[in-house]
Protein backbone atom coordinates (compact mmCIF):
# COMPACT_ATOMS: atom_id res chain seq x y z
CA UNK A 1 0.00 0.00 0.00
CA UNK A 2 1.55 3.62 -0.83
CA UNK A 3 1.77 5.91 1.62
CA UNK A 4 2.32 9.55 0.84
CA UNK A 5 3.42 12.48 3.23
CA UNK A 6 2.43 15.79 3.04
CA UNK A 7 4.18 18.82 2.36
CA UNK A 8 7.88 18.02 3.57
CA UNK A 9 8.49 19.30 7.15
CA UNK A 10 11.69 17.74 9.40
CA UNK A 11 10.10 17.32 12.59
CA UNK A 12 7.34 15.55 14.10
CA UNK A 13 5.58 13.91 11.49
CA UNK A 14 8.76 12.70 9.72
CA UNK A 15 9.28 10.36 13.15
CA UNK A 16 5.59 8.85 13.24
CA UNK A 17 6.02 4.80 13.37
CA UNK A 18 3.75 3.18 12.09
CA UNK A 19 3.45 5.61 8.88
CA UNK A 20 -0.07 7.12 8.71
CA UNK A 21 -1.60 7.17 4.89
CA UNK A 22 -1.44 11.06 4.79
CA UNK A 23 0.11 13.58 6.69
CA UNK A 24 -0.69 17.34 5.77
CA UNK A 25 1.22 19.82 7.58
CA UNK A 26 -0.99 23.00 8.80
CA UNK A 27 -0.37 26.34 10.56
CA UNK A 28 -0.12 26.71 14.13
CA UNK A 29 0.47 24.25 16.96
CA UNK A 30 -1.90 22.90 19.70
CA UNK A 31 -0.90 23.49 23.12
CA UNK A 32 -2.66 20.87 25.99
CA UNK A 33 -1.26 23.19 28.88
CA UNK A 34 -1.89 23.23 32.68
CA UNK A 35 -5.97 22.27 31.98
CA UNK A 36 -7.59 20.27 29.01
CA UNK A 37 -11.16 18.97 28.07
CA UNK A 38 -11.71 15.60 26.72
CA UNK A 39 -14.79 14.68 25.09
CA UNK A 40 -15.79 11.13 23.83
CA UNK A 41 -13.32 8.46 22.87
CA UNK A 42 -14.43 5.99 25.84
CA UNK A 43 -11.21 3.74 26.65
CA UNK A 44 -9.01 5.41 24.17
CA UNK A 45 -9.50 8.87 25.59
CA UNK A 46 -8.48 7.45 28.81
CA UNK A 47 -5.46 6.04 27.37
CA UNK A 48 -4.37 9.67 26.18
CA UNK A 49 -5.81 11.02 29.76
CA UNK A 50 -3.89 8.73 31.59
CA UNK A 51 -0.95 9.88 29.59
CA UNK A 52 -0.94 13.57 29.87
CA UNK A 53 -1.89 13.45 33.78
CA UNK A 54 1.43 10.79 34.43
CA UNK A 55 3.40 12.70 32.20
CA UNK A 56 2.49 16.68 32.70
CA UNK A 57 0.28 16.60 35.58
CA UNK A 58 -2.47 17.23 33.32
CA UNK A 59 -5.82 18.40 34.76
CA UNK A 60 -8.89 17.62 33.02
CA UNK A 61 -11.37 19.75 33.34
CA UNK A 62 -15.04 20.38 32.13
CA UNK A 63 -14.72 23.66 31.18
CA UNK A 64 -15.74 25.12 27.27
CA UNK A 65 -12.85 27.54 27.25
CA UNK A 66 -9.91 24.92 27.80
CA UNK A 67 -8.00 23.34 24.82
CA UNK A 68 -10.39 20.40 23.52
CA UNK A 69 -9.92 16.70 22.22
CA UNK A 70 -12.37 15.78 20.61
CA UNK A 71 -13.90 12.15 19.72
CA UNK A 72 -16.54 11.69 17.11
CA UNK A 73 -17.81 8.30 15.19
CA UNK A 74 -17.87 8.05 11.65
CA UNK A 75 -19.07 4.29 10.21
CA UNK A 76 -17.84 5.29 6.52
CA UNK A 77 -14.27 4.86 7.55
CA UNK A 78 -12.58 1.77 7.13
CA UNK A 79 -12.19 -0.43 9.61
CA UNK A 80 -9.48 0.43 12.34
CA UNK A 81 -9.08 3.77 10.50
CA UNK A 82 -8.98 7.31 11.79
CA UNK A 83 -9.15 10.95 10.92
CA UNK A 84 -7.23 13.42 12.85
CA UNK A 85 -7.28 17.25 12.58
CA UNK A 86 -4.87 19.31 15.03
CA UNK A 87 -5.46 22.93 15.00
CA UNK A 88 -4.50 25.87 17.67
CA UNK A 89 -8.10 25.94 18.91
CA UNK A 90 -7.92 21.67 19.41
CA UNK A 91 -8.23 18.15 18.33
CA UNK A 92 -10.80 16.55 16.71
CA UNK A 93 -10.45 12.60 16.42
CA UNK A 94 -12.97 10.71 13.80
CA UNK A 95 -12.34 7.48 13.94
CA UNK A 96 -14.62 4.02 12.83
CA UNK A 97 -14.54 1.65 15.71
CA UNK A 98 -13.40 1.56 19.18
CA UNK A 99 -9.76 0.36 17.70
CA UNK A 100 -9.31 3.58 15.29
CA UNK A 101 -9.55 6.04 18.28
CA UNK A 102 -6.78 4.36 20.08
CA UNK A 103 -4.79 3.98 17.24
CA UNK A 104 -5.30 8.03 16.66
CA UNK A 105 -4.67 8.72 19.83
CA UNK A 106 -1.23 6.74 19.70
CA UNK A 107 -0.28 9.24 16.36
CA UNK A 108 -1.27 12.17 18.77
CA UNK A 109 1.30 11.20 21.35
CA UNK A 110 3.58 10.96 18.81
CA UNK A 111 2.97 14.20 17.66
CA UNK A 112 3.75 15.61 21.85
CA UNK A 113 7.52 15.33 22.71
CA UNK A 114 8.72 11.90 23.26
CA UNK A 115 8.58 12.40 26.95
CA UNK A 116 4.73 11.61 26.94
CA UNK A 117 5.81 7.79 27.25
CA UNK A 118 7.34 8.68 30.36
CA UNK A 119 6.55 9.00 34.10
CA UNK A 120 7.08 12.53 34.05
CA UNK A 121 7.48 15.41 35.26
CA UNK A 122 6.96 17.63 32.32
CA UNK A 123 6.16 21.09 32.06
CA UNK A 124 2.33 21.35 31.01
CA UNK A 125 3.42 23.68 28.60
CA UNK A 126 5.41 21.94 26.73
CA UNK A 127 3.01 19.39 25.54
CA UNK A 128 2.65 20.63 22.13
CA UNK A 129 1.84 19.16 18.74
CA UNK A 130 1.99 20.87 15.41
CA UNK A 131 -1.36 21.24 13.11
CA UNK A 132 -2.23 19.22 10.59
CA UNK A 133 -4.31 16.57 8.99
CA UNK A 134 -4.31 12.71 9.25
CA UNK A 135 -5.87 10.10 7.65
CA UNK A 136 -5.02 6.48 8.59
CA UNK A 137 -5.73 2.85 8.45
CA UNK A 138 -3.90 0.03 8.34
CA UNK A 139 -2.96 -2.37 5.44
CA UNK A 140 -3.37 -5.58 7.66
CA UNK A 141 -6.12 -6.70 10.20
CA UNK A 142 -4.25 -9.10 11.73
CA UNK A 143 -0.43 -6.92 13.69
CA UNK A 144 -0.01 -9.84 15.85
CA UNK A 145 3.47 -10.14 19.37
CA UNK A 146 3.75 -13.69 19.55
CA UNK A 147 5.18 -14.68 23.31
CA UNK A 148 6.26 -18.09 24.63
CA UNK A 149 5.95 -18.12 28.53
CA UNK A 150 5.63 -21.88 28.56
CA UNK A 151 9.72 -22.64 27.77
CA UNK A 152 10.60 -20.12 30.74
CA UNK A 153 7.75 -19.08 33.05
CA UNK A 154 7.66 -14.64 32.34
CA UNK A 155 5.69 -13.08 35.30
CA UNK A 156 1.53 -11.68 34.74
CA UNK A 157 3.46 -7.63 34.94
CA UNK A 158 5.53 -8.38 32.32
CA UNK A 159 2.91 -9.13 29.88
CA UNK A 160 0.61 -5.57 31.03
CA UNK A 161 4.03 -3.90 30.33
CA UNK A 162 4.57 -5.54 27.02
CA UNK A 163 0.68 -4.44 25.87
CA UNK A 164 1.61 -0.92 26.79
CA UNK A 165 4.45 -1.14 24.06
CA UNK A 166 2.37 -2.77 21.74
CA UNK A 167 -0.09 -0.44 21.36
CA UNK A 168 2.05 2.55 21.16
CA UNK A 169 3.22 0.46 17.69
CA UNK A 170 -0.74 0.06 16.52
CA UNK A 171 -0.17 -3.58 16.95
CA UNK A 172 -3.47 -5.52 18.19
CA UNK A 173 -3.15 -9.03 18.75
CA UNK A 174 -0.79 -10.87 21.85
CA UNK A 175 -0.68 -14.36 20.60
CA UNK A 176 0.51 -16.17 24.34
CA UNK A 177 2.28 -19.89 23.51
CA UNK A 178 0.86 -20.81 27.33
CA UNK A 179 1.64 -24.63 27.27
CA UNK A 180 4.94 -26.64 26.21
CA UNK A 181 6.70 -29.59 26.98
CA UNK A 182 8.46 -27.30 29.50
CA UNK A 183 5.64 -26.05 31.31
CA UNK A 184 2.24 -25.38 31.24
CA UNK A 185 1.03 -22.23 32.37
CA UNK A 186 -2.85 -21.92 32.33
CA UNK A 187 -4.87 -23.80 35.35
CA UNK A 188 -7.81 -25.69 34.43
CA UNK A 189 -10.21 -26.46 37.40
CA UNK A 190 -10.80 -30.19 36.38
CA UNK A 191 -7.07 -31.30 35.74
CA UNK A 192 -5.23 -29.13 38.73
CA UNK A 193 -2.68 -31.43 37.73
CA UNK A 194 -1.77 -29.53 35.59
CA UNK A 195 0.33 -26.59 37.05
CA UNK A 196 0.61 -28.64 39.98
CA UNK A 197 2.95 -30.70 38.74
CA UNK A 198 3.40 -29.65 34.95
CA UNK A 199 4.28 -26.36 35.56
CA UNK A 200 7.30 -27.23 37.29
CA UNK A 201 10.82 -28.85 35.99
CA UNK A 202 13.06 -30.04 38.27
CA UNK A 203 15.98 -27.73 36.14
CA UNK A 204 17.04 -26.64 32.96
CA UNK A 205 19.68 -27.63 30.08
CA UNK A 206 23.07 -25.27 31.00
CA UNK A 207 24.33 -23.27 28.06
CA UNK A 208 23.09 -24.03 24.43
CA UNK A 209 20.51 -26.99 23.96
CA UNK A 210 22.95 -29.75 22.50
CA UNK A 211 21.98 -30.52 18.86
CA UNK A 212 19.68 -33.41 17.83
CA UNK A 213 20.58 -36.70 18.34
CA UNK A 214 19.19 -40.49 18.35
CA UNK A 215 18.57 -39.70 22.12
CA UNK A 216 16.81 -35.74 21.73
CA UNK A 217 13.62 -37.22 22.26
CA UNK A 218 14.67 -37.69 26.26
CA UNK A 219 15.30 -35.44 28.90
CA UNK A 220 18.90 -34.80 29.72
CA UNK A 221 20.29 -36.34 32.78
CA UNK A 222 22.38 -32.97 33.45
CA UNK A 223 20.66 -29.81 34.36
CA UNK A 224 21.38 -27.03 36.17
CA UNK A 225 19.24 -28.52 39.07
CA UNK A 226 17.37 -25.06 39.55
CA UNK A 227 13.79 -26.05 39.53
CA UNK A 228 11.68 -23.74 36.99
CA UNK A 229 7.93 -23.15 36.58
CA UNK A 230 5.21 -20.50 37.96
CA UNK A 231 1.76 -20.17 36.37
CA UNK A 232 -1.22 -17.54 35.92
CA UNK A 233 -4.21 -17.65 37.76
CA UNK A 234 -7.51 -17.14 36.44
CA UNK A 235 -7.92 -13.60 37.94
CA UNK A 236 -4.65 -12.62 36.19
CA UNK A 237 -5.39 -14.25 33.28
CA UNK A 238 -8.61 -12.05 33.13
CA UNK A 239 -7.02 -9.29 33.96
CA UNK A 240 -4.86 -9.37 31.03
CA UNK A 241 -7.35 -9.95 28.94
CA UNK A 242 -9.32 -6.45 30.31
CA UNK A 243 -6.22 -4.89 30.05
CA UNK A 244 -5.79 -5.88 26.42
CA UNK A 245 -9.44 -4.81 25.57
CA UNK A 246 -8.56 -1.32 27.26
CA UNK A 247 -5.81 -0.41 24.42
CA UNK A 248 -7.21 -1.97 21.51
CA UNK A 249 -5.91 -5.45 21.77
CA UNK A 250 -6.97 -9.20 21.58
CA UNK A 251 -5.60 -11.61 24.08
CA UNK A 252 -5.30 -15.17 21.39
CA UNK A 253 -4.35 -18.03 23.47
CA UNK A 254 -2.47 -21.27 22.25
CA UNK A 255 -2.58 -24.89 23.57
CA UNK A 256 -0.38 -26.59 21.56
CA UNK A 257 -1.07 -30.13 20.65
CA UNK A 258 -1.02 -33.12 19.88
CA UNK A 259 2.72 -32.74 20.11
CA UNK A 260 4.52 -30.36 22.70
CA UNK A 261 2.13 -31.75 25.50
CA UNK A 262 4.88 -33.20 27.75
CA UNK A 263 4.24 -31.17 30.57
CA UNK A 264 0.71 -32.36 30.70
CA UNK A 265 1.77 -36.21 29.98
CA UNK A 266 4.22 -35.91 33.60
CA UNK A 267 0.72 -34.30 35.18
CA UNK A 268 -1.04 -37.03 33.50
CA UNK A 269 1.28 -40.12 32.80
CA UNK A 270 -2.35 -41.89 31.16
CA UNK A 271 -2.74 -38.74 28.00
CA UNK A 272 0.68 -40.39 26.63
CA UNK A 273 2.17 -43.50 25.03
CA UNK A 274 4.97 -43.71 27.64
CA UNK A 275 5.28 -42.33 30.81
CA UNK A 276 7.54 -38.75 31.72
CA UNK A 277 9.08 -38.52 34.69
CA UNK A 278 8.63 -34.33 34.89
CA UNK A 279 8.44 -31.29 32.48
CA UNK A 280 11.02 -31.21 30.05
CA UNK A 281 14.01 -30.10 31.45
CA UNK A 282 16.02 -29.42 27.63
CA UNK A 283 14.09 -28.06 24.38
CA UNK A 284 14.29 -29.76 20.54
CA UNK A 285 11.61 -31.19 19.80
CA UNK A 286 9.74 -34.38 22.27
CA UNK A 287 8.81 -37.49 20.54
CA UNK A 288 6.47 -38.05 23.19
CA UNK A 289 3.33 -37.06 22.53
CA UNK A 290 -0.57 -37.22 23.36
CA UNK A 291 -1.85 -40.59 22.47
CA UNK A 292 -5.16 -40.59 20.55
CA UNK A 293 -7.47 -42.08 22.27
CA UNK A 294 -10.94 -40.94 23.34
CA UNK A 295 -10.05 -39.75 26.79
CA UNK A 296 -7.66 -38.02 25.59
CA UNK A 297 -9.61 -36.04 23.57
CA UNK A 298 -12.03 -35.82 26.38
CA UNK A 299 -9.31 -34.35 28.24
CA UNK A 300 -8.23 -31.74 24.78
CA UNK A 301 -11.71 -30.56 24.51
CA UNK A 302 -12.82 -29.44 28.87
CA UNK A 303 -8.64 -27.68 28.44
CA UNK A 304 -9.80 -25.96 25.56
CA UNK A 305 -13.34 -24.66 26.87
CA UNK A 306 -12.13 -23.78 29.77
CA UNK A 307 -9.09 -21.55 28.15
CA UNK A 308 -12.78 -20.21 26.30
CA UNK A 309 -14.16 -19.26 29.22
CA UNK A 310 -10.75 -17.19 30.25
CA UNK A 311 -10.54 -15.87 26.82
CA UNK A 312 -13.42 -14.97 25.50
CA UNK A 313 -14.55 -13.96 21.39
CA UNK A 314 -11.09 -14.57 20.43
CA UNK A 315 -10.05 -17.05 17.81
CA UNK A 316 -8.26 -20.18 19.94
CA UNK A 317 -4.63 -21.36 18.60
CA UNK A 318 -4.24 -25.70 19.32
CA UNK A 319 -0.70 -25.51 17.84
CA UNK A 320 -0.24 -28.84 15.35
CA UNK A 321 3.41 -28.16 14.85
CA UNK A 322 6.19 -30.96 15.58
CA UNK A 323 4.58 -33.85 16.41
CA UNK A 324 6.48 -37.03 15.88
CA UNK A 325 4.05 -40.11 15.46
CA UNK A 326 6.72 -42.96 16.14
CA UNK A 327 5.16 -43.64 19.72
CA UNK A 328 2.03 -43.72 18.01
CA UNK A 329 2.92 -47.50 16.87
CA UNK A 330 4.31 -48.48 19.88
CA UNK A 331 0.91 -47.67 21.52
CA UNK A 332 -2.02 -50.39 21.14
CA UNK A 333 -4.59 -47.99 22.06
CA UNK A 334 -3.29 -45.70 19.79
CA UNK A 335 -3.14 -48.31 17.14
CA UNK A 336 -6.93 -49.40 17.91
CA UNK A 337 -7.92 -45.83 17.20
CA UNK A 338 -5.61 -45.67 13.69
CA UNK A 339 -7.60 -49.21 12.99
CA UNK A 340 -10.77 -47.93 13.73
CA UNK A 341 -10.66 -44.84 11.41
CA UNK A 342 -8.81 -46.82 8.78
CA UNK A 343 -5.70 -44.50 9.33
CA UNK A 344 -2.16 -45.96 8.45
CA UNK A 345 0.27 -43.09 8.76
CA UNK A 346 1.26 -41.01 11.03
CA UNK A 347 0.09 -37.60 9.03
CA UNK A 348 -3.48 -39.46 8.58
CA UNK A 349 -3.25 -39.96 12.33
CA UNK A 350 -2.29 -36.51 13.17
CA UNK A 351 -4.77 -35.12 10.59
CA UNK A 352 -7.56 -37.20 12.10
CA UNK A 353 -7.03 -35.70 15.54
CA UNK A 354 -6.43 -32.06 14.42
CA UNK A 355 -10.06 -32.59 12.27
CA UNK A 356 -11.81 -33.56 15.74
CA UNK A 357 -10.35 -30.39 17.72
CA UNK A 358 -10.61 -27.93 15.12
CA UNK A 359 -14.23 -28.83 14.59
CA UNK A 360 -14.85 -28.49 18.13
CA UNK A 361 -13.54 -25.08 18.75
CA UNK A 362 -15.25 -23.89 15.45
CA UNK A 363 -18.69 -25.82 17.39
CA UNK A 364 -18.25 -22.89 19.91
CA UNK A 365 -18.77 -20.13 17.71
CA UNK A 366 -14.80 -19.48 17.67
CA UNK A 367 -12.66 -18.90 14.80
CA UNK A 368 -9.17 -21.28 15.32
CA UNK A 369 -5.63 -21.39 14.37
CA UNK A 370 -3.23 -23.98 13.69
CA UNK A 371 0.49 -24.16 12.55
CA UNK A 372 0.80 -24.84 9.36
CA UNK A 373 2.37 -28.59 10.04
CA UNK A 374 -1.49 -29.41 9.70
CA UNK A 375 -1.65 -28.52 5.76
CA UNK A 376 -0.01 -31.80 5.64
CA UNK A 377 -2.76 -33.62 5.97
CA UNK A 378 -5.49 -31.55 5.74
CA UNK A 379 -7.98 -29.28 8.20
CA UNK A 380 -10.89 -27.83 7.40
CA UNK A 381 -10.98 -24.57 5.30
CA UNK A 382 -12.55 -22.70 8.33
CA UNK A 383 -9.28 -23.27 9.88
CA UNK A 384 -6.28 -19.85 9.84
CA UNK A 385 -2.88 -21.29 8.81
CA UNK A 386 -0.01 -19.89 11.30
CA UNK A 387 2.80 -20.17 8.33
CA UNK A 388 5.88 -20.13 10.16
CA UNK A 389 8.10 -22.69 7.97
CA UNK A 390 9.56 -21.34 4.36
CA UNK A 391 7.63 -18.46 3.13
CA UNK A 392 6.65 -20.44 0.17
CA UNK A 393 4.03 -21.68 2.52
CA UNK A 394 1.79 -18.95 2.85
CA UNK A 395 0.95 -18.93 -0.73
CA UNK A 396 0.29 -22.50 -0.82
CA UNK A 397 -1.99 -22.28 2.67
CA UNK A 398 -4.01 -19.55 0.33
CA UNK A 399 -4.36 -21.67 -2.14
CA UNK A 400 -5.68 -24.07 -0.51
CA UNK A 401 -9.01 -22.09 0.78
CA UNK A 402 -7.36 -21.07 4.20
CA UNK A 403 -6.71 -17.70 5.44
CA UNK A 404 -3.33 -17.32 6.65
CA UNK A 405 -1.51 -15.34 9.46
CA UNK A 406 2.07 -14.96 7.66
CA UNK A 407 5.20 -15.92 10.59
CA UNK A 408 7.79 -17.02 8.57
CA UNK A 409 10.49 -17.86 10.68
CA UNK A 410 12.88 -16.60 8.41
CA UNK A 411 12.22 -13.03 8.81
CA UNK A 412 9.76 -12.94 12.30
CA UNK A 413 11.41 -15.40 14.76
CA UNK A 414 13.21 -12.81 17.43
CA UNK A 415 14.32 -15.59 19.89
CA UNK A 416 17.39 -15.08 16.87
CA UNK A 417 19.67 -12.81 17.62
CA UNK A 418 20.38 -9.54 16.14
CA UNK A 419 23.81 -9.50 15.79
CA UNK A 420 26.13 -12.19 15.10
CA UNK A 421 28.33 -11.29 18.02
CA UNK A 422 28.40 -9.70 21.36
CA UNK A 423 25.09 -10.68 22.17
CA UNK A 424 23.65 -13.55 25.40
CA UNK A 425 23.09 -16.59 24.11
CA UNK A 426 19.99 -17.41 21.84
CA UNK A 427 19.12 -20.10 20.04
CA UNK A 428 20.89 -18.58 16.73
CA UNK A 429 21.80 -15.32 15.64
CA UNK A 430 21.46 -13.47 12.46
CA UNK A 431 18.20 -12.19 12.23
CA UNK A 432 19.28 -8.11 11.31
CA UNK A 433 16.81 -5.88 11.22
CA UNK A 434 17.49 -5.39 7.63
CA UNK A 435 16.43 -8.93 7.22
CA UNK A 436 13.50 -8.40 9.19
CA UNK A 437 12.59 -5.63 7.17
CA UNK A 438 11.93 -7.95 3.72
CA UNK A 439 8.63 -9.08 5.23
CA UNK A 440 6.75 -6.83 3.24
CA UNK A 441 8.58 -7.90 0.27
CA UNK A 442 7.60 -11.62 0.91
CA UNK A 443 3.97 -10.72 0.81
CA UNK A 444 4.00 -8.75 -2.25
CA UNK A 445 5.53 -10.91 -4.07
CA UNK A 446 2.14 -13.57 -3.73
CA UNK A 447 -0.14 -13.58 -6.60
CA UNK A 448 -3.16 -11.39 -5.75
CA UNK A 449 -5.97 -14.11 -4.96
CA UNK A 450 -3.28 -15.28 -2.89
CA UNK A 451 -2.50 -12.23 -0.75
CA UNK A 452 -6.19 -11.53 -0.07
CA UNK A 453 -6.65 -14.28 2.44
CA UNK A 454 -3.91 -13.48 4.43
CA UNK A 455 -5.10 -12.00 7.12
CA UNK A 456 -1.77 -10.33 8.72
CA UNK A 457 1.43 -10.65 10.39
CA UNK A 458 3.31 -11.76 13.60
CA UNK A 459 6.59 -11.65 14.93
CA UNK A 460 7.46 -14.71 17.69
CA UNK A 461 9.59 -14.53 20.79
CA UNK A 462 10.37 -18.39 21.61
CA UNK A 463 11.64 -18.26 25.35
CA UNK A 464 14.25 -21.27 25.20
CA UNK A 465 16.88 -18.48 26.36
CA UNK A 466 14.50 -16.06 27.60
CA UNK A 467 15.15 -15.73 31.33
CA UNK A 468 14.02 -11.96 31.99
CA UNK A 469 11.59 -9.25 30.42
CA UNK A 470 14.97 -7.11 30.17
CA UNK A 471 16.05 -9.91 27.85
CA UNK A 472 12.50 -10.04 26.08
CA UNK A 473 12.88 -6.46 25.19
CA UNK A 474 16.10 -6.87 24.17
CA UNK A 475 14.99 -9.00 21.73
CA UNK A 476 11.96 -7.51 20.57
CA UNK A 477 13.03 -4.47 19.58
CA UNK A 478 13.45 -2.29 17.53
CA UNK A 479 12.77 -5.43 14.93
CA UNK A 480 9.16 -4.95 16.41
CA UNK A 481 9.19 -1.68 15.20
CA UNK A 482 10.10 -2.76 12.23
CA UNK A 483 7.25 -5.61 11.82
CA UNK A 484 4.28 -2.94 13.20
CA UNK A 485 5.72 -0.28 10.27
CA UNK A 486 5.24 -3.52 7.91
CA UNK A 487 1.86 -4.86 9.38
CA UNK A 488 0.55 -1.07 9.11
CA UNK A 489 1.68 0.80 6.70
CA UNK A 490 2.53 -2.45 4.27
CA UNK A 491 6.17 -0.86 3.71
CA UNK A 492 9.03 -1.29 5.89
CA UNK A 493 10.02 2.19 4.35
CA UNK A 494 11.74 3.96 7.32
CA UNK A 495 12.40 1.07 9.34
CA UNK A 496 15.30 -0.83 7.81
CA UNK A 497 17.86 -0.04 9.82
CA UNK A 498 18.16 1.28 13.88
CA UNK A 499 19.20 5.13 12.38
CA UNK A 500 16.49 5.33 10.34
CA UNK A 501 14.46 4.53 13.87
CA UNK A 502 16.22 6.35 16.09
CA UNK A 503 13.77 9.17 16.42
CA UNK A 504 11.24 6.55 17.25
CA UNK A 505 13.20 4.76 19.61
CA UNK A 506 13.72 7.84 21.80
CA UNK A 507 10.25 7.21 22.37
CA UNK A 508 11.07 3.50 23.84
CA UNK A 509 13.80 5.05 25.50
CA UNK A 510 11.57 7.58 27.75
CA UNK A 511 9.27 4.51 28.51
CA UNK A 512 12.33 2.81 29.92
CA UNK A 513 11.95 -0.39 27.01
CA UNK A 514 15.07 -1.95 27.04
CA UNK A 515 15.62 -2.09 22.95
CA UNK A 516 18.89 -3.88 21.29
CA UNK A 517 21.80 -1.11 20.88
CA UNK A 518 23.91 -1.22 18.05
CA UNK A 519 26.86 -3.31 18.83
CA UNK A 520 29.22 -0.19 18.97
CA UNK A 521 26.83 1.44 21.21
CA UNK A 522 26.43 -0.86 23.56
Not at 50 to 60: C, E, K, M, Q, T
Not at 122 to 128: D, I, K, V, Y
Not at 388 to 398: D, K, L, S, Y
Amino acid sequence: MTRTLGPARADRFATLLPTPRSVTPAEGEFVVGYRARVVGGGDAARVLVDHLRNAGGVRIVDDPDAPAITFHDDAGLAPEGYRMRVRDGGVDVWAADPRGAHWAVQTLLQLLPDEVFGPGPMEPESLRAPACDVEDAPAMGWRGSHVDVARHFLPIADLHRHLEVMAMHKLNVLHLHLTDDQGWRVPIARYPRLTEVGAWRPGTVPGHQPPPDENDCDDVDIHDEVPHGGHYTVSELRGLVEHAGRLGIDVVPEIDMPGHMEAAIAAYPELGCTEVRHPRTCFGISEHVLALTESTLDFCRTVLDEVMAIFPRVPIHVGGDECPSREWFADERTLATMREHGLTTGAEAQAWFEDVICRHVLERGRRVIAWDEVLEGGVPEEVIVMAWREHEVIGRAARAGHDVIAAPGAFTYFDHAQYDEGEPLAIGTGLTLERVAGFSDVLDALAPAERERVLGGQFQLWSEYVHSWARAEHLLWPRGCSMAQQCWAGTADGAHTVDELVPHLRRLTARGVRWCRPREEA
